[in-house]
């Protein structure tokens, strides 16, 4: 599998469970629920011991990571402006991290044509995804990759 494939596999990995971990957060030992979010390096680190992420993939997947939840509060509402009658809440947490993970890529990655990106995303729907995953993906992360090359 290509080094930079399975990074934003891994990438995808992590977001998803930081949002599931950020959902729902941790109960204490006396039944209360924790307000503090965890911190997305920590739920990185314990993905990466867990799943034993080779060294070379560590560095690309936690770039993207760190890049996506620094970038969440402007990438959202791109995407819902190019998601025509869905709010990104209403979306499957799937597909919500791939968009989130693909415009990110888009938008940071100059040194990546946008058509790999929008493949990559594309295909890690299909692995993760909805049978109607894949298509939404694509059709949403092209009108990002169009809007930017028209700006």
């Given at each position: 599998?290509?080094?930079?494939?399975?990074?934003?596999?891994?990438a995808?990995?992590?977001?998803?469970e930081?949002?599931?971990?950020?959902?729902?957060p941790?109960v204490d030992s006396?039944?209360l629920?924790?307000e503090?979010?965890i911190?997305?390096?920590?739920?990185a680190?314990s993905?990466?011991e867990?799943f034993?992420?080779p060294?070379?993939?560590?560095?690309f997947?936690?770039e993207?990571?760190?890049?996506v939840i620094?970038s969440?509060?402007?990438i959202?509402?791109q995407?819902?402006t190019?998601s025509?009658?869905?709010?990104l809440?209403r979306m499957s947490?799937v597909d919500?991290?791939l968009?989130r993970?693909g415009?990110?890529e888009?938008?940071?990655?100059?040194?990546i044509?946008?058509?790999?990106?929008?493949?990559?995303?594309?295909?890690?729907?299909?692995?993760f995804?909805?049978e109607?995953?894949?298509?939404?993906?694509?059709?949403i992360l092209d009108?990002l990759a169009?809007?930017?090359?028209?700006?």
């Open positions: 599998m290509n080094t930079r494939h399975f990074a934003r596999q891994v995808f990995q992590i977001l998803y930081w949002e599931m971990v950020d959902r729902n941790p006396v039944g629920r924790s503090t979010r911190p997305p390096h920590r739920v680190k993905h990466f867990h034993q992420v060294k070379r993939v560590q560095a997947a936690l993207l990571v760190e890049g620094t969440i509060q402007t959202d509402p995407l819902e190019l025509t009658n869905w709010k809440n947490a919500r991290n968009l993970l415009a990110y888009i938008i940071e990655f100059s040194d044509p946008p058509a790999v990106t929008i493949n990559e995303m594309v295909e890690l729907a299909k692995q995804g909805a109607d995953s894949a298509p939404f993906i694509n059709g009108k169009q809007s930017r090359k028209s700006a």
